[in-house]
């Protein structure tokens, strides 16, 4: 499978404990984004990579989450104290540096906090 | 700042009639739009892209959304729904407004099919 692969799938944990997640890109992509997905809602951009610089960071991304991309392909998103709201669906997608910015999701992660 | 707000949030059809999704976008720049599919408990899946290039642009199993720059809108249609048609669907605009270009999504448009 050539795809864009996240894990966990799914991911139960209680309120203050860290979580890590990987997505591995297509390989070769060298932008790579994290979204997020709450219920009934789109998803919301986290942060971008491009090779392992992390060029954006959304004002949704706390200083309790973190992102990597250390060797320009893997990433992982790291959520340290974890709070209820941040049950959520956690999809990573990437892409060719081409004009038309086609990305491609992985099935995400779904993260429960109880 | 570009932003996509679609019309509806629930949208109900029965097999074999026609399906309108409708978007209207936002954009100072010449935008890339895009609409994606969600089935349950799946990922998004690509169905079509506009890039100005031409205004009606097909997609995969048998969807098609047609630019059009005098209504900002980019709206979704098919001739004939199918039950497997049944999902979410987001319209999507590309930021280019600085070196990211992230996508923004709408909220999302869920389509039932009616046997």
Same mark, same amino acid.
Request: overall charge neutral; aromatic content about 0%.
């Given at each position: 499978d050539t795809g864009v692969s996240q894990n966990p799938r799914h991911k139960i944990t209680k309120r203050g404990q860290n979580v890590t997640f990987r997505c591995d890109p297509i390989s070769e992509h060298n932008r790579l984004y994290w979204y997020r997905q709450t219920l009934g809602q789109g998803p919301e951009f986290l942060t971008y990579f491009q090779n392992e610089a992390q060029l954006e960071k959304s &004002?949704?991304?706390? #200083?309790?989450f973190s992102a990597e991309r250390p060797k320009g392909s893997f990433s992982t998103l790291e959520i340290q &104290?974890?709070?209820?709201? #941040?049950s959520a669906m956690y999809l990573c997608a990437s892409s060719l540096p081409t004009g038309d910015n086609e990305q491609f999701f992985g099935p995400g992660t779904r993260l429960t906090v109880l | 700042a570009q932003s996509v707000t679609q019309l509806d949030s629930h949208v109900s059809v029965s097999e074999g009639t026609p399906v309108l999704l409708r978007c209207n976008y936002s954009s100072s720049y010449s935008p890339s739009l895009f609409w994606y599919v969600q089935h349950p408990n799946k990922g998004l899946q690509l169905l079509l892209k506009y =890039?100005?290039?031409? =205004?009606?642009v097909k997609g995969i199993n048998g969807f098609e959304a047609e630019f059009k720059k005098s209504e900002t809108s980019f709206h979704l249609t098919k001739p004939s729904a199918h039950m497997s048609d049944a999902a979410e669907y987001f319209c999507v605009v590309s930021d280019l407004s600085g070196a990211t270009n992230k996508l923004i999504f709408g909220t999302g448009t869920l389509l039932a099919v009616q046997p």
């Open positions: &004002r949704l991304l706390s #200083d309790r &104290r974890t709070e209820q709201g #941040d | =890039t100005s290039a031409a =205004t009606l």
